[in-house]
C-alpha cells in the first residue's frame, strides 16, 4: 500500500507542511519545529525507497502513473531506478539537516522562510522522481521560485539582484528546453519519458539527426547551466554568497547531473557522444579554473562556490567518459559533493554565526578556541580532497580511472586540479585554525560547536566516512542505473560506426 | 421561431442591460451625500446573474436567434462566462479601491455594465453589422471609464487619445466589413466563408482582411497598433484597467477567431503571415518595452501587448487545438492580470499614489497576503508551471509546433525568458526590505471585496495550472464549432518560417 504511493508522500508530504507552515504562528521556535518533522517525515519515506528496492530488477520501480491531462497527453507518471533513488534520499537527508543549520541563523522572516524551503523539496524531490518530460519540467521550473525569493529575502548585499541573476540564468536555457519537448511531441505524440526513449531507439528515421542535435543541445544547456559547467556558472558564485546555507546547499550539483545523465544520456546516446570531446574539455578547464579561483579568494565563501564548481566539474568528466567506472563515479560523487558542499557551507555559517565575517584574513589560530569545529572542518576538507577512507576518493578514483582511456591528456591535467584542491582547502584550513590568533579572535570570544550544532553535524561526517569505506552498498543501485547508460551509448555508437563503414 | 428559447440566447445581456439600466434609475434617487457602493454590489448581482445565465446556456442546444444573427454555441458560452467572470472581479475590486466620496461612482457601475453587454455580444454576433454595434458599446463604454479621473491631468488625456485612435479603428473594422460586403454580397459571417469560393472580386476580400485585421489588432493592442497602451494605462484608474485590459480583449480575441476561422478560412494564406509577424513583433516589442519601465502599470501594459502576441501565436496554427488554445491562454491571461490588478488598485488606490517598482518594495511585509498575492500572478504572468499562465503558453506554442512553426516557437519561448527579468524586478522589490519612510506603511488593509477578487483569481489562476482538463475540454468544444480547421489546416505549414 505504501510501496504504491510512496513517491507522491515523499514528493508532496513538504508542499502540505509548507501550507500548514503558512498558519502556524510566528511564535518562538513552533515554525523550526514543525519543519523539522515534516523533514524528518519526508526523510522518513524516502529512506522507504533503499528499503524495499528490487536489485536486479530493470525499469522502474515504485511507479505510478496516472493521466493528468487527456488532450495534450500529460502523465502523473513517477518512479525511481538506481540512477535517482539515492538522490531522492539525500535530499530528503539533506532537507533535514537545512533545518537544522537555519535553526538561529534564521531569526526574522521566518514563516516566509520556512515555507519556501519546503516548497523547494517537493521540487527537488519532484525532478528525481518525474518521469513524463512534462511534469518533469514542471519541477524543474519550480525549484527555481523558491529559491529566488529566499535569496532576494535573504541576500546580506545584494539579494535582490543576485536572484534575478540566479533566476534568468537558468530559465532563459529553459524557455529553449521546453521547444525542444515541444518538438518531441510534435513528432512523437507523447511526454513520456519511457516511450520517448523506446521512440527514439526504435524509430530513429522518424527524425532529421541534425534536428535531434539541436534538441540534445537544448536539453544539454538547460542542465549544464544548472550544474554549472563552465562557462556557464556565472550565476554559481553570486548565489553561493547571498543564498541562505540551508538553499546553498542545494542550489547547484545533482538537479543539472541528474537530469544530464538521465535525459541526455538517456535519450540522445549518438548526440551526447558528439558534445563528449567539448564537455569533457570544458569540465578540465571548470576543475582547474575553479581550482585556480579557489586559491586566490579571500572570503570563506566564495572560495566554497569555486571549491564546487570543481568539484562538479570531475562529475561532468566522468559523465562524459561514458565508461561504467566514470557514470559510477560521476554518480557517486555527485551524492558525495551533495554531502560535502552542505558540510562545508554549514560549517562555514556556523563560523559566521560566530563572527559576523567570512574574511579569512580576520581569522587565525581558531583551532585553540574552537576545537571540535576545527576537527569537522579538516574532515571536510579531506572529504574534498579526496583522501582515501573518505567519499571523495571513491568517487575521483572512477572518475578519473573511468575516463583515462582515451583522453589522457585531459585527464592528466584534471589530476592537477586534484593537487590544488588539496592546496586551496589546507591553505584555508592553516589560515583559519592554524598560525597566531589573530587579535579579531582574540577580543571576540565565541563558543565551541553546541548540541544542535552536533546533530546537524556528525550524520554527515558519519556518512562522509561510510560511504568512503562501505561504497558497495550505494554503488549496488547506482552501477544498475549507470549501466544501462553506458550500455545504451556504446550501442548506438557501434551500430552508427558500423552504418558509417557500410 | 421559438420567441421563449430566442430569449434564452440572450437572456446575459438583457440581465446586464436592466442592471444597468436600473443603476442609472436608482442613482438620482439618493441623497447626493449617500455612498454609491450599494449600487456597486446591485452591478455585482446582475453580472451574477448574467454569468449564471451563462452557464445555464452552455445546456442549450446550439442554435442561432434573431434571424440568424445570434449563435449560442459552446465557443459563445466559454466568452461569455470568462467575460462575465472578468467584469464580477473588477467591480469588485473598483469596490474595494473607491472611496464613499468618489464622484459619478454611480456611472461608474452601470457603465461597466453596458460596456459587458457589449462585449457579449460582440462574442456570440455571427452578423458582422452585430459585431460592429457590439464593439462600439464596448468601447464607447471603456472611453468614458478610461477618463474617469477628471481632476487628474492624465485621466482626460488617457481618454482623448484612446477614444480618438479606437475612432480611427473602428473606423477601419468598419470599411473591412463593407470591403467583404462588397466581395461576397452578405455580411453574415458563415455565409462569407460559402459565398468567397465564387466571389468575382477576391482582392476585395482580401483589403476586408487586412482593415478587419487593423481594426482588431488595435483592440488587442497587438504591434503596430499597441502605441496607445502605455498612456491608456497609466492615465485610466486601476479597476478599469483591470477591465479593459482583458474583458475587451477577450471580446476581441473571439471575434478575431470567428472572423478568420468562420469567415475568412480560405484566405488563411493571406492572413497566416500577417498574423505570424503581429505575433513576433507584439511579443518581442511589448517585452522589450517593459524591461526599461519604472512605473507597474506601464510595466503591465507592455507586457499586456506581449501577451496578446503569445494568444496570436495559436492563431497560426491552423487547427482546432490553435483555437482552443487561443481560448485557453485568453482565460489565463484575464485570471492572472486582473489579479495583478486587484493589488495594483489597492496599493496605488483610485488615484494612483503608489505606481512605481521602488514604491513596492516592502509589500510582502507590509501584508504579506497582498504581497503574496502579486508574487504569485507575476509568477504565473512568467508562466512558472503550476499556474495557468505556464499551461496557457505551454498550450499556445505546442499548438504552433504542431503546425510546424518552430521559430514562431522559438522566439515566443525566448521572448518568455526575457520577461521573467522584468516581472521578477517587480517581484523581488515586494520582497525586498521597504526603505526607511516608504510610503507602502500607508498601504490599507485588504477589504472584502478584495478578498473576493483575489480568491476567484488566484483560484482560477491555481485551477489552469493544476487540473486544466476541465476548461481545456470546453475551450475544444468551442473550438470544434468551426468546420473550417478540420478541411483546410495541413497543407498550410509555411514551411521555412
Known amino acids: 500500500m505504501l510501496t504504491d504511493s510512496i513517491l507522491t508522500l515523499a514528493t508532496f508530504v513538504p508542499t502540505a507542511g509548507a501550507i500548514v507552515v503558512a498558519l502556524l504562528p510566528r511564535k518562538g521556535k513552533v515554525l523550526q519545529w514543525w519543519t523539522l518533522i515534516v523533514s524528518l517525515i519526508t526523510f522518513g519515506l524516502t529512506l522507504h525507497l533503499p528499503a524495499h528496492f528490487a536489485y536486479g530488477q530493470p525499469g522502474y520501480q515504485f511507479e505510478q502513473n496516472h493521466v493528468w491531462v487527456v488532450s495534450p497527453a500529460i502523465r502523473y507518471h513517477l518512479g525511481v531506478d538506481g540512477l535517482s533513488m539515492w538522490l531522492v534520499v539525500l535530499t530528503g537527508f539533506l532537507s533535514v539537516i537545512g533545518v537544522l543549520a537555519s535553526w538561529n541563523v534564521i531569526e526574522k522572516r521566518t514563516k516566509e522562510f520556512y515555507f519556501f524551503f519546503l516548497l523547494q523539496q517537493t521540487a527537488m524531490i519532484g525532478v528525481f522522481v518525474a518521469l513524463d518530460m512534462f511534469l518533469y519540467y514542471c519541477f524543474w521550473e519550480l525549484s527555481l521560485v523558491p529559491m529566488a525569493i529566499l535569496i532576494a529575502i535573504f541576500g546580506p548585499e545584494r539579494g535582490p539582484k543576485t536572484a534575478l541573476k540566479f533566476f534568468c540564468y537558468t530559465f532563459i536555457p529553459s524557455a529553449l528546453f521546453l521547444v525542444a519537448i515541444l518538438w518531441l511531441y510534435a513528432k512523437t505524440g507523447t511526454f513520456d519519458y519511457v516511450e520517448l526513449q523506446r521512440a527514439l531507439t526504435t524509430n530513429s528515421a522518424l527524425f532529421a539527426p541534425e534536428a535531434l542535435w539541436w534538441v540534445a543541445l537544448a536539453f544539454l544547456v538547460a542542465f549544464a547551466v544548472k550544474v554549472p559547467v563552465f562557462p556557464l556558472h556565472g550565476w554559481l558564485s553570486d548565489t553561493i554568497y547571498e543564498a541562505p546555507s540551508a538553499m546553498a546547499m542545494v542550489v547547484a550539483g545533482k538537479l543539472g547531473l541528474y537530469s544530464i545523465l538521465r535525459f541526455n544520456l538517456g535519450l540522445f546516446p549518438a548526440q551526447s557522444r558528439m558534445f563528449a570531446p567539448l564537455m569533457i574539455a570544458l569540465a578540465v578547464i571548470g576543475i582547474l579554473y575553479g581550482a585556480c579561483v579557489a586559491l586566490a579568494q579571500t572570503n570563506l565563501r566564495r572560495l566554497v562556490s569555486y571549491a564546487m564548481l570543481s568539484a562538479l566539474s570531475f562529475c561532468v568528466l566522468g559523465i562524459f567518459s561514458f565508461s561504467l567506472a566514470g557514470l559510477n563515479g560521476a554518480l557517486y560523487q555527485t551524492l558525495n559533493e551533495g554531502l560535502t558542499g552542505s558540510s562545508f557551507l554549514i560549517l562555514v555559517g556556523f563560523l559566521h554565526e560566530r563572527y559576523g565575517t567570512y574574511e579569512m584574513s580576520q581569522y587565525g589560530g581558531l583551532a585553540a578556541r574552537l576545537p571540535n569545529m576545527a576537527t569537522f572542518y579538516v574532515i571536510t576538507a579531506l572529504a574534498l580532497i579526496g583522501l582515501p577512507i573518505l567519499n571523495g576518493f571513491v568517487g575521483e578514483f572512477l572518475i578519473l580511472s573511468g575516463s583515462f582511456a582515451g583522453h589522457e591528456r585531459w585527464v592528466a591535467a584534471a589530476t592537477i586540479g586534484v593537487i590544488l584542491g588539496a592546496a586551496y582547502m589546507l591553505w584555508m584550513i592553516q589560515r583559519i585554525f592554524y598560525g597566531p590568533q589573530s587579535s579579531f579572535v582574540t577580543n571576540s570570544p565565541a563558543p565551541d560547536l553546541v548540541g544542535r550544532e552536533y546533530v546537524a553535524l556528525v550524520p554527515i561526517a558519519l556518512l562522509m566516512l561510510v560511504m568512503g569505506v562501505a561504497s558497495p552498498y550505494w554503488m549496488h543501485a547506482i552501477n544498475e542505473g549507470v549501466s544501462s547508460l553506458a550500455n545504451s551509448s556504446t550501442q548506438t555508437v557501434t551500430s552508427t560506426a558500423i552504418a558509417e563503414k557500410r | ?497
Open chain 2, 1 to 497: 421561431m421559438n420567441t421563449s428559447l430566442s430569449i434564452l440566447r440572450i437572456l446575459p445581456e438583457v440581465i446586464l442591460c436592466v442592471t444597468g439600466a436600473l443603476i442609472m434609475l436608482v442613482e438620482p434617487f439618493l441623497a447626493p451625500t449617500t455612498s454609491r457602493k450599494s449600487l456597486g454590489w446591485l452591478a455585482v448581482l446582475g453580472v451574477l446573474g448574467a454569468l449564471v445565465a451563462s452557464l445555464y446556456q452552455y445546456q442549450l442546444a446550439p442554435g442561432t436567434a434573431y434571424f440568424g444573427v445570434f449563435q449560442t454555441d459552446p465557443f459563445s458560452v466559454f466568452f461569455y462566462v470568462l467575460i462575465c467572470g472578468i467584469v464580477l472581479a473588477s467591480l469588485l475590486i473598483a469596490l474595494d479601491s473607491t472611496s464613499d466620496s468618489t464622484s459619478g461612482l454611480g456611472e461608474y457601475f452601470a457603465l461597466a455594465c453596458f460596456g459587458a453587454t457589449g462585449m457579449l455580444l460582440m462574442t456570440s454576433a455571427v452578423e458582422l453589422l452585430l459585431v460592429f454595434i457590439g464593439l462600439e458599446i464596448s468601447s464607447i463604454s471603456t472611453y468614458i471609464l478610461a477618463g474617469f479621473r477628471r481632476k487628474s491631468a492624465k485621466g482626460p488625456e488617457a481618454a482623448i487619445k484612446y477614444f480618438l485612435l479606437g475612432s480611427f479603428a473602428t473606423a477601419f473594422f468598419l470599411y473591412g466589413i463593407a470591403l467583404i460586403f462588397g466581395a461576397t454580397g452578405t455580411t453574415a459571417i458563415y455565409d462569407i466563408a460559402a459565398k468567397l469560393g465564387s466571389s468575382q472580386m477576391p482582392l476585395l476580400a482580401v483589403i476586408g482582411l487586412g482593415m478587419i485585421l487593423i481594426g482588431l489588432g488595435f483592440k488587442v493592442s497587438a504591434v503596430p497598433f499597441q502605441v496607445w497602451t502605455p498612456d491608456v494605462y497609466e492615465g485610466a484608474p486601476s479597476p478599469v484597467v483591470a477591465l479593459m485590459s482583458t474583458a475587451p480583449k477577450a471580446a476581441a480575441f473571439a471575434v478575431l477567431l470567428r472572423i478568420l476561422y468562420g469567415a475568412l478560412p480560405t484566405l488563411h494564406a493571406h492572413w497566416v503571415p500577417i498574423v505570424w509577424w503581429l505575433a513576433v513583433l507584439s511579443m518581442t516589442v511589448g517585452n522589450l518595452g517593459a524591461l526599461r519601465q519604472k512605473n507597474v502599470k506601464r510595466l503591465l501594459a507592455y507586457s499586456s501587448i506581449a501577451h496578446a502576441g503569445y494568444i496570436l501565436v495559436a492563431f497560426t496554427a491552423l487547427s482546432a487545438d490553435g483555437i482552443a488554445a487561443a481560448s485557453f491562454y485568453t482565460v489565463s491571461y484575464a485570471a492572472m492580470n486582473v489579479g495583478v490588478f486587484a493589488v495594483v488598485s489597492h496599493v496605488g488606490g483610485f488615484d494612483d499614489r503608489l505606481t512605481l517598482i521602488e514604491d513596492y518594495r516592502g509589500l510582502a511585509w507590509r501584508s504579506p497576503l497582498l504581497g503574496g498575492a502579486m508574487a504569485f500572478f507575476l509568477i504565473s504572468l512568467i508562466g512558472i508551471p503550476f499556474t495557468g499562465g505556464f499551461f496557457g503558453k505551454f498550450y499556445v506554442f505546442s499548438a504552433a509546433l504542431h503546425s510546424g512553426f518552430i521559430w514562431l516557437a522559438v522566439i515566443g519561448l525566448a521572448n518568455s525568458g526575457i520577461a521573467a527579468f522584468y516581472y521578477l524586478r517587480v517581484a523581488t522589490a515586494i520582497y525586498s526590505k521597504a526603505p526607511e519612510s516608504s510610503p507602502i506603511a500607508s498601504v490599507p488593509r485588504a477589504t472584502v471585496p478584495l478578498l473576493f477578487a483575489l480568491l476567484i483569481t488566484v483560484a482560477a489562476t491555481l485551477i489552469l495550472g493544476i487540473v486544466p482538463g476541465k476548461i481545456l475540454g470546453v475551450a475544444k468544444a468551442g473550438a470544434a464549432t468551426y468546420p473550417s480547421v478540420n478541411a483546410s489546416a495541413p497543407e498550410t505549414t509555411a514551411a521555412g518560417r
